[in-house]
C-alpha cells in the first residue's frame, strides 16, 4: 500500500506555497493523502487544515537527528519525496526504512531556481507535466464569519498588504507605502489589512497613524489570517510570504521585488510584478541591497490602480 512522505527543507511559508501544487499532484498519483516533514515557520499547519490531499504534519524543527528517525519510521512509508538535496534529510529517510527515495541531485542548491528545480524534479518523478499554480483549500464557514466580522462590502476594495519582509533589504520604504495608499484612498474606498508578525509592529504603526481604512493582523497567526486573505481580493506589497498565499486564495497580486531571486513571481499567473528601475526578467538577480532605492513609485501606483481598477 502506498504511503508517502514529504520532506521539505525550505523555512518559508512563501517557498511552501510554491510547492502546494507539487505536493497535490503526488497525492493524486498515489490517490491518498500523504504527510508532510516541515518546519513550524512555513505554517505547514494552517496552510494544510481542510487540505484533502494532507493528513498529517510532522514538525522537522531542530529535532535531533534520530529523534527524527524515530518519529517516522513507526508510520511506514514507502515512499519519500525530498525537495532539497541534503545528505541527511535522504539518511533520515533511508534509516527510516522508507524504500523509494526521490531528492535533488546532491550539491545541487546553489544553481537551483527554487521554482523550476521543484517543478522539473516533480514532472521528472511522476513523469507528466505539471502546473505550478495550486490552491489552498479552505473552510467557507469561517470565510463567511470573518466577511461579517471585518464588515466587508462589495464596494469596498479590500486589499491584503504585504509592508513587511524577511529582512530589510526586501522591504521597499514605509514611506512609500503609505503615500501610495493615500493616492488609492483617494480614488476608491479601501480597506488595507496589512500583514505581518510581531517584529513588523512599528511599521504597521507607522501606516495606521498616516493611512485611513487600515487593519493590523500582527496579533494574528496564520489560521486566523487565512480566512482574511481568502475574503480579500487584492494583495499589494513585497515578496512575502503573505503574497505567496494570497496568490494561491487566487488574488491579484502585485508584488514588488527588490531584494529577492524573480523566480518567485514567475510560478503563479497571478503574481505580477515590479522590478528596479533598469531590470528585466533576464538581468535581475535579486540579492541586491540598493535596489530598493531603485523602485519607481509612479510604477508602483501605476500598477496598483491597473490591478485594483
Known sequence: MNKALIIVKSPGI??????????HHVSKEINKPVSILAQKSTA???VFKYDKHVDEIID???K???????????KKFNQCYIYNDSIRLWLIAKLAGISKIYHYPFFSKKFANFYKTAKNFTEKVLQKKIDAASKIYWNNISIEKVKKDYNFKSDVKNIVCGISASGPTKRWDVNNYIKLFKELNSKFHCKFFLAGGKNDEILIKQVMNKVD???SLSELNMEQIIPIIASCK???????????????LNAKCLMIFVDSPINYALWNNNI?????V????????GHNARAKDKISFDEVLKKSLELIS
Open 44 to 46: 505547514a499547519r494552517a
Open 272 to 276: 505580477k510584478f515590479i522590478l528596479p
Open 278 to 285: 533598469g531590470e528585466t526578467v533576464e538581468s535581475f538577480r
Open 234 to 248: 487584492y494583495y499589494i506589497g513585497n515578496d512575502t510570504g503573505f503574497g505567496h498565499v494570497a496568490a494561491n
Open 60 to 62: 522537522l524543527g531542530q
Open 14 to 23: 512563501g517557498d511552501l506555497q510554491i510547492l502546494l501544487s507539487y505536493i
Open 64 to 74: 535531533d537527528f534520530f529523534n527524527i528517525i524515530n518519529e517516522i519510521k513507526p
Open 213 to 215: 481604512g487600515c487593519t
